[in-house]
């Protein structure tokens, strides 16, 4: 530090200052911080009092002074159960600074080290739990992520849903009321069937009525004359209403059907209902792309740059007919070749499928 500050102050030479006549400074003494140079560096060492001083070369300096700087201080560790007791040892077994009335009183018998060892083993597990954190952060993290991502895609699902059940209580409302306006137009049919046959009987009987009203009048008048005339010719006109035939008028008519309601509860395949999928299962598609109809008998072995497919229910899924070598080429396209029924022209077909859902 004196050297760098005389060197600033210009070119004024700095000179040894033990013989103060040597311009070659090479050495420093840290306890006297003296400047010297290799002579008295050497006359230096040899006194016995400062035999246990500390010289350095003025190169290594900058680097001792760095080293002091990060070199721990463990005087100043004071005890926290004890007051003003300053700790001296690390209890390897409780893994805690200790002071010499904590070894006596609690750690009697436990493995002490120095403070600097321990201080390298509570680093060295500081630093552990350190990093088993960024590793915890990281994943929880990409929990979060994760997290985030299924809440976005399953309020989106939910909103799709949602709008999938209303618009299938739209169509069951209207296939409702459609039914329910079919059953009000075919009563009111029937109704309208039902009353012209009421008001006909009706009329019919009011006729009947008013002939029998007017009859039972004229028999009266005929009780109660005097005229043997008058009489005389009542009783023809009676007898030639009498001899006439009355129709019969129907009273009983087909009644009105009855309303029978349906089941209260909406069942679940009116409606629809909630299914749990697993999604997460790839959903394979296969698609017929192409036909192609050989010369032979039986399309045997069927060679494609790509992995072999050993099963496939070609019958049920894409209509196949006796399917006999399978093979997938390396763009994902499935060749499928088959043979014939016997009897029937040499015809064998190669299909090409188209498999989705990976």
Known sequence: ????????????PLACQMCEESNEIKWKCLLCDFLLCTKCQTLHK????????????????ATYQQQTKDKLDF?????????????????????????????????????????????????????????????????????????????????SKYEL????????EKDLKNEVEKHSNKLLKELDQKKEILMKSVNDAEIRSEKIKTDLDFRKKNLSHALNSNNANHVFSIHSEEETSRNKSIEHVKTTFKKLPKFVPGKQEVQDFYLG?????????????????????TKLPLVENLVCCGQCVHYLNTKDQLGIQLPNSLDIDNRGTLCIGCGGYEGEPDEAKIYTVQVSGF
């Open 161 to 168: 849903e949602k709008q999938k059940i209303m618009r299938r």
């Open 273 to 293: 209902s909630l299914v749990e999928t697993d999604e997460n299962k790839n959903q394979f598609e296969l698609k017929v792309i192409k036909q192609y109809i």
């Open 75 to 155: 005087s100043n560790i004071q005890c926290g159960i004890h007051a003003g007791q300053p700790c001296c040892l690390y209890c390897k077994s409780c893994e805690v600074v200790v002071c010499p009335l904590c070894i006596t009183t609690m750690h009697e018998k436990h493995k002490m080290i120095e403070l600097a060892k321990g201080y390298e083993l509570t680093m060295k597990t500081i630093k552990m739990c350190n990093s088993e954190i960024d590793k915890k952060l990281v994943q929880t993290v990409k929990v979060l992520s994760e997290l985030g991502i299924f809440k976005s895609s399953e309020d």
């Open 46 to 61: 040899k006194v016995k009092s400062t035999d246990q001083h500390t010289i350095i070369d003025i190169k290594d300096i």
């Open 1 to 12: 530090m004196a050297l760098s500050k005389s060197l600033q102050r210009g070119q004024v």
